[in-house]
C-alpha cells in the first residue's frame, strides 16, 4: 500500500527556518516525482514545488511565492523527500502535503496527511 | 502560468443527485488534468487523472471529460460521503496549477 507521511511541521518565528520531511513506503520513491502541496487553513490548494527522479535529472520546479527560499531534495536510498523552508513568513502558515507524481504509474496521485507549519511571533 | 477556474464554486444537491463541475484552463493543457476531493479536515485525494481515468478505488460514480481548455467531473448519483470540495489540477507545464475549489454542500 502506497503512504506517505509528512513530519517537522511547528511553530516558527519570522525569518525562521524549518525542515519538513515526507517519508515514503509502499514504492520506491526513487522511481517517482514528488511534490509538495500546501493550503492555509480555510483556503484552497496551492501548489509549492516538485523534484524529479534522478532517473529525470533531478530537477526541481518552484511556485514564485516561494521561490529562492524554499528548496526540495531527496535522499532515495531512505526513501526520502525533504522540504528545506528559510526566510519563513506569515503567509506560508498553512499545512503542507506532500504527493506523489500526477500521471498513471502506480505509485502516483497519493497524497500524506499534512503536517502543521505556522508562522508567527 | 495557466489559470484555472472551476465553476461552481459551491452548490446544494441532494443524495441522489447528478453533479456536474467544471473546469477551465487558460490555455491548451490537452489532457492533463486531474480532479480531487477534499472532506472536511483531511487530506485531498485524487479521483481522476489524464481528464477521464478513474484512480485505482474510485467509484464509477465518478467520471470526468474534456480535453484542451475545457473539463467536467461528474458525480452520476450523489453519495452522503460525497459532500466535499473537490479541486481539479493542470499538470501540462510548471507551476502546476489548481482551481479555487467547487465546494458540493447537503441540500
Known amino acids: 500500500e502506497v503512504q506517505l507521511m509528512e513530519s517537522g511541521g511547528d511553530l516558527v518565528m519570522p525569518g525562521g527556518s524549518l525542515r519538513l520531511s515526507c517519508a515514503a513506503s509502499?514504492?520506491?520513491?526513487?522511481?517517482?516525482?514528488m511534490n509538495w502541496v500546501r493550503q492555509v487553513p480555510g483556503k484552497g490548494l496551492e501548489w509549492v514545488g516538485r523534484?524529479?527522479?534522478?532517473?529525470?535529472?533531478?530537477?526541481?520546479f518552484y511556485a514564485a511565492p516561494i521561490k529562492g527560499r524554499f528548496t526540495i531534495s531527496r535522499d532515495d536510498s531512505k526513501n526520502i523527500v525533504y522540504l528545506q523552508m528559510d526566510s519563513l513568513k506569515s503567509e506560508d502558515t498553512g499545512v503542507y502535503y506532500c504527493?506523489?507524481?500526477?500521471?498513471?504509474?502506480?505509485?502516483?496521485?497519493?497524497w500524506g496527511q499534512g503536517t502543521r507549519v505556522t508562522v508567527s511571533s | 502560468d495557466i489559470q484555472m477556474t472551476q465553476s461552481p464554486s459551491s452548490l446544494s444537491a441532494s443524495v441522489g443527485d447528478r453533479v456536474t463541475i467544471t473546469c477551465r484552463a487558460s490555455?491548451?493543457?490537452?489532457?492533463?488534468l486531474g480532479w480531487y476531493q477534499q472532506r472536511p479536515g483531511k487530506a485531498p485525494k485524487r479521483l481522476l487523472y489524464?481528464?477521464?481515468t478513474l484512480h485505482s478505488g474510485v467509484p464509477s460514480r465518478f467520471s470526468g471529460s474534456g480535453s484542451g481548455t475545457e473539463f467536467t467531473l461528474t458525480i452520476s448519483s450523489l453519495q452522503p460521503e460525497d459532500f466535499a470540495t473537490y479541486y481539479c489540477?493542470?499538470?501540462?507545464?510548471?507551476?502546476?496549477?489548481f482551481g479555487q475549489g467547487t465546494r458540493v454542500d447537503i441540500k
Open positions: 504527493t506523489s507524481g500526477e500521471v498513471g504509474y502506480a505509485h502516483d496521485g497519493y
Open positions: 509502499g514504492f520506491s520513491a526513487s522511481n517517482a516525482w
Open positions: 523534484i524529479k527522479t534522478k532517473g529525470d535529472g533531478g530537477a526541481t
Open positions: 490555455q491548451d493543457i490537452r489532457n492533463h
Open positions: 489524464g481528464a477521464s
Open positions: 489540477l493542470q499538470y501540462n507545464s510548471d507551476p502546476r496549477t
